[in-house]
């Protein structure tokens, strides 16, 4: 006779939170549609928009959450013109959009597989969370007094790209999965590349009807040829962010390259070229360089002449681009730093912010500094709204004492790659291209602060996907299942 033998407690909590996340995942598009259509028809169509969005985004982390960071950057990616879009439908500018908020919602989905398994977690990767969590506290308790509910929205940009770093420490990813990550990210740049090719040339109805509102005086005319080119994205900025943090892989590694292969790295170098952003491009050669100088001897010929591959076909292909006056000056500027406006002004607001900085340690807090600003200040940008500096804007947001954990953490994030990099295994690729993440978005503070938003969720993607790699080769060390590396079994 069979005796009953009850569920475990771990069984019945497992039951019930993807029981539970099913009936949000069904619940949530529900409640927004219900409420968007007690809104007016300028946020019903928004509200419907967002239902759209993250439906699928429930799913999947409830179904097949190896495949969410797929879609999450694709929704980075797409939700701006998509917002765009739905502005020029309506013949309506808003300056603050419920579509805004759909990165950060897809996002927060990670935290569905993240709970699943956070038991798994490991101590290094713990005390690096407790690390942010300390400077991100601080700063949003000064933020809060001082900025009020900007200070919410700015938090969740900083926050949801750093739950990619404990999703990737506990999901159960293996180099295959690592590859066709990095593959969709490929495709999706060149997605956004094509898209952007078109907009330089042709500049769709909608771009033009919201460079005509946005009242961005630096990005160009609203006509072909004489625009920058932001693609699918919010601006130039943006847009060449998530261009150059693609070709890096892209470059590298051809399992990495993407569907159009050598094409879809044309393709996404021209576009990053009509951005006309340069900090861009020199942050994609500080992490080229990077990767090529942790990687093997043979490795590193073998790149480097793939990088004298893309150079000559660039030389041969810019000068006979339409509009490449324009391409060829922007380049050319970078022979004479010391004269050029940007770079004078940065320098000027280094030498100036610096004191402001010192005489307030405490920090303005969280929302003090970039798009948050625009919350409670009837969608115009604050004071400190654009701060061409990532230091003094993270010195300025969390204070001395919030910055120090921030910093501390960063480093504590450098020390783990470097242990994984010295390794010298199979599944060290991942973790020199997390070096050069790292690498990148430090160098990246001389001209912006990119740990929150779009800059943040990739440099968290790319790091996180190295440090799993680490978890990886730990785990067969030990010969225990990945992500239950630390688990002990207590005896009966």
Not at 121 to 143: E, P
Not at 366 to 373: K, L
Request: positive net charge.
């Amino acid at each position: 006779m069979s005796v009953f033998t009850p569920p475990s407690l771990r069984f019945i909590k497992t039951v019930g939170l993807i029981g539970g996340t099913a009936a949000v995942g069904v619940s949530l598009p529900l409640i927004i549609g219900f409420s968007s259509a007690m809104l007016s028809s300028s946020n019903s169509l928004q509200g419907a928009i967002l239902s759209a969005i993250l439906f699928p985004a429930f799913l999947l982390a409830v179904l097949r959450p190896k495949m969410l960071v797929a879609y999450t950057l694709l929704i980075w990616a797409v939700a701006p013109e998509l917002r765009r879009i739905a502005d020029w439908s309506e013949g309506v500018y808003h300056s603050v959009s419920l579509l805004s908020l759909a990165p950060l919602l897809t996002g927060v989905t990670l935290i569905i597989p993240l709970l699943k398994e956070i038991h798994n977690i490991q101590k290094a990767s713990t005390r690096i969370m407790l690390m942010f969590a300390v400077a991100l506290g601080y700063g949003a308790l000064i933020g809060l007094a001082k900025n009020g509910m900007g200070s919410v929205y700015d938090l969740a940009n900083y926050i949801v790209p750093l739950l990619l770093l404990p999703y990737f420490a506990v999901t159960k990813f293996k180099p295959k999965d690592i590859d066709r990550l990095l593959t969709a990210f490929a495709n999706i740049a060149v997605i956004v590349a094509i898209y952007g090719i078109i907009q330089y040339l042709t500049v769709p109805p909608w771009d033009v009807f919201w460079m005509k509102h946005a009242d961005m005086m630096s990005i160009g005319n609203p006509y072909p040829l004489e625009i920058r080119v932001f693609s699918t994205l919010n601006s130039p900025g943006p847009a060449a962010t998530f261009l150059a943090f693609a070709l890096v892989p892209m470059i590298l590694e051809k399992k990495w390259r993407g569907t159009l292969r050598w094409i879809g790295v044309l393709l996404v170098v021209i576009c990053l070229l009509t951005t006309l952003v340069r900090a861009a491009w020199l942050i994609l050669l500080v992490m080229l360089l990077m990767y090529i100088g942790t990687s093997p001897s043979k490795g590193k010929w073998k790149t480097l002449i793939q990088l004298v591959f893309v150079a000559a076909a660039l030389f041969w292909v810019v000068p006979k681009l339409p509009g490449a006056e324009g391409l060829v000056a922007r380049v050319e500027t970078l022979s004479s730093v010391q004269e050029d406006h940007s770079y004078n002004e940065r320098l000027s607001l280094w030498q100036n912010m610096l004191p402001m900085v010192a005489a307030n340690p405490v920090g303005q807090g969280i929302g003090s500094v970039g798009q948050g600003t625009k919350l409670g200040n009837d969608g115009e940008l604050g004071e400190y709204g654009i701060m061409d500096n990532g230091v003094i804007a993270l010195l300025l947001t969390f204070g001395i004492l919030g910055a120090v954990f921030f910093f501390g953490a960063l480093g504590a994030v450098v020390k783990q790659i470097f242990a994984r990099v010295i390794s010298r295994d199979q599944l060290q690729p991942y973790a020199r291209l997390a070096l050069a993440t790292w690498t990148g978005a430090i160098v990246s503070l001389v001209s912006d602060n990119g740990f929150p938003g779009l800059k943040g969720y990739l440099i968290w993607m790319l790091i996180g996907l190295g440090l799993s790699a680490r978890e990886i080769t730990q785990s067969r060390r030990k010969g225990t299942p990945y992500a239950a590396v630390e688990c002990k079994i207590s005896p009966r």
